[in-house]
């Protein structure tokens, strides 16, 4: 049974200004495992982190980090989630997530599906 969909755009350039302007943000925002990456695959995962948060009814609380974009063996995106995130999602009954990620024309989007 689906309990949630989340969706969510990021234009890269505004973003990549807003990380240059904001440094710290980026470690309120991204894991030190994601840190590393260029701005089109950060702003693809903060959009799914976004989507991640819609898909739980966006409640207040969730820490940015508790949740992470892995890529698997076969190329394919996922969510790993802890502390705040695991908590919401274990409230609402989700054992599984979904997630598609995406970014061209200067715009990452990322959609996730709670499953329960």
């Keep these: 049974m689906i309990v949630g969909v989340g ?3 990021v234009d890269i350039e505004r ?3 807003t990380l240059e302007r904001t440094p ?3 470690e309120r ?4 495992d994601e840190r590393h990456l260029g701005i089109a695959s950060l702003a693809a995962r903060f959009a ?4 991640l948060a819609k898909s739980l009814g966006a409640p207040v609380g969730l820490h940015w980090t508790d949740a992470q974009v892995v890529t698997n063996d076969d190329g394919r995106p996922s969510l790993e ?3 705040t995130v695991l908590a919401r999602a274990n409230d609402l009954g989700v054992d599984s997530f979904h997630l598609s990620l995406s970014h061209d024309a200067g715009v990452a989007s990322a959609v996730v599906i709670a499953e329960g």
């Design 7 to 9: 969706i969510d755009v």
């Design 15 to 17: 973003f990549e200004a």
């Design 24 to 26: 710290a943000l980026r």
């Design 29 to 32: 925002l991204f894991t030190a």
């Design 48 to 51: 799914a982190k976004e989507a």
């Design 81 to 83: 989630i802890g502390g």
